[in-house]
């Protein structure tokens, strides 16, 4: 009977044991079966009511273990899921596992009436636990002795002799024993002793108590039934596919959520037809892990309902087939490719940045780097693709010389690495061998490692130490300008100054360097100048936002000297503020000024005193020119020699000073701008016959040789022909008379499409230099040693005749090789008629 009882309990903690390690699910330890036998052991009884034989039990007990595993094994596939997702999760539940193993193992181990005494190595002390009112008498659970309890109180003379030796060798020598004895009040008790981990233990159990669990047992397996339905009714209505299959593939069980997703009626349906959820790929990679006795995890598309999702898939093999789970993971599929969306468009972007980006995880190897980076140090692309770790990119760079020159490379390099235990970015300056000066910002990543961020300044630092040597040289240049000079800013504020600008106004240097405003330097200069409209303009200048304009103005203060004063506004807002001390200037300004009014009045006296006396001249010049002609006359009456001559004289001088007083008059016309051309054809063969004529008792007076180079079919050109002809006479006129005896005046003409010029030319001694520019002043006359005396019109008339037309004058001369001059007439009808009005 006592081996039947045994046999069976432990089939059944057998299967307890089966379904506890493939589910994973905490349930209560079954310690024997629920059966009730009868006093022969011929026939086991079920607590259900009916007989079962010893096969049929343990088919039973088996049968609930499948049942239980098929069920348990799909709450273990999601609770691998959440333990997946978080790490911390997982530690918990471990720890929350282990907590309830051990209580599981506690309840295990008292979960029949026993004892447990054990004594610690080295300690003589026994610690006792377990139902000790089961199994030892009240007195001796008070007497707790020290080294063994005391049997003898409640086991007969021998028995207790026979503990006490067996104790004592299992605490000496370690020898183990098993005895089975009767205590004194007539109960069967097991003692059991050995030693466990370096301590003795002794374990007394009632075997009286056997029959109670038995009954236990019953209850333990309704209980164990009811978990199984619970959980069954889980699995059913969970919204996640899950099944389990046969050894031979075939569906064994699928919930509702399986039925939904192959398009079955029911769970029944699917299991009937034996439906797949996944595909021939997915199946076949899940048959290559379940046959390798390994889970299966992983995303696969599955088609539910038309509409293709992902799901997070487990399968693991357990006794008699396999059991499996889905999970849907759409959204989580498409948050990860919008993710990697995300992370190309980052890297894209980085890609165009100028800046050189390198990317190390938290292996502090390679991860990502841009084209910048790459083409900043000209290393190779292979190389880099190969994810090599920091301190090999740095000993490469070393290699080329690319990083700095420094005493202690470990160590530079032990503390550039620093970043990636640092909380906070960090910022270095690279000089490198080649003269470049590259920026360098170390961000620690969230997700560990460091990301590099490398920038050129090579060309910033040069452009800031332009920049801080031109403020140099513009503090040096405004320190030495004679100018005063304040720059105040967009506040009103001065900025800088000169000394000039603080001597200027006897201001204190130490005042101005505390950048004061406009207000207080007005208060400060107002008592050498005190104007308030000139203050409160220069204040509008300097302090206005929109209408930001220039200022100029003169002011003379008290002490006598005359300022000028500018405002500049400057491109960042600021305004510069100049003083220049003119004193010098505007007293000789003044004074050229009141000489210059002499000066013009003397011109107005002399130019109207000359025309009043031309006019007042010619009536009674033209009297003596009509006497003399009629004295000359033969119908007078005859004249003697020595009259005949002194009438030719009175001839010749009054047409000389006929011609002065007309050449007077025709310059007085111009200037008060009364003088009109009588435009036509200019017959340019004609003009030249008529000037060369006038000149030519000058020329056999002279014994001078007139050369005239002109085409004869050189033609016309719209002019005044009177004034061309006064032009050219008194051009004549002017050679011959600078040109020594026995020489040559060359007359040149030439023709071009849009003007015709005349040249004269002579072999005088030429115009010096300071009388070059006055020679064609009104009554300017500069003989040069010539035989050239005049009033100065002639010159003056040919400049103002040629300009009427729209030409002008030209002259070319060499001291010692004689004067050309040069009148260019246009023969365009529009300049001429715009010239003359």
Known sequence: MSDVLGSMRRTCLSCTSLVRGVAGATVLALNSQAFAADEAGATLVAPFGYALDRQETVTLALAFAVFGFSVISALLLMRTRLRAAAQETRLRTDVQNLQAEADRFRALLFAEPQVLISWPAGDSRPQISGDTALVLPP?????????????????????????????????????SFVLNLVTSGGRAIEAMGRAVGGQAVVRIRDLAGLRRDLAETSLRLRALQDETEMLRGFAVAAPWPIWTRRADGALAFANDAYARATDATNSADAIGRNLELLDSAGRAAMARALADNTDFAGRLPIVVGGERRFYDVRALKVSGGSAGIAVDASEAAELHAALERMAEAHRRTLDQLSSGVAVFDGQRRLAFYNDSYRKLFDLDRTFLDSNPDDSSVLDRLRAARKLPEERDFRAWKAKLHEAYHAVEPE????????????????????????????????????????????????????????????????????QLFNPPFARMWQLSTDALKTEPHIEAVEAWCRPLYDDAVFWQALRGAITGIDDRRHVLLKIERKDGSVLSCRTMPLPDGATMLTFQDITDAENVERALRERNEALETADRIKIGFVNHVSYQLRSPLT??????????????????????????????????LMAIISNILDLASIDAGAMALNLGQVNVRSAIEQATEGVQDRLARDHIALQVDADPSIGSFVGDERRVVQVLYNLLANAVDFSPPNTAVRLVVRKSSDKVSFTVSDSGPGIAAGVKDKMFDMFESHSEGSRHRGAGLGLSLVRSFVELHGGKVLVDTVAGRGTSVTCEFPIEQTAQRNAAE
Not at 455 to 467: G, N
Not at 484 to 490: L, R
């Open 139 to 175: 007195e001796v659970q008070a007497s707790q002795p020290q080294r063994v309890l005391a049997f003898g109180t409640w086991l007969p003379p021998e028995p207790a002799l026979q503990m006490d030796h067996a104790v004592d060798r299992l605490l000496d020598q370690g020898e």
């Open 427 to 494: 910022k270095h300056v690279w000089y490198l061998p080649d003269g470049r000066a590259l920026s360098i910002v170390t961000t620690p990543n969230p997700e560990g490692g460091v990301t590099y961020l490398f920038d050129d300044v090579t060309e910033s630092l040069d452009l800031r130490r332009r920049y801080g040597g031109l403020i140099d040289v513009q503090r040096e240049t405004l320190d030495n300008l004679s100018e005063a000079v304040a720059v105040f800013g967009s506040n009103g504020c001065a």
């Open 623 to 656: 009297s003596i020119i009509g006497f003399a002609h009629f004295l000359n006359d033969s119908s007078t009456g005859p004249l003697t020699p020595k009259q005949a001559e002194y009438v030719n004289y009175i001839t010749a001088s009054t047409n000389v």
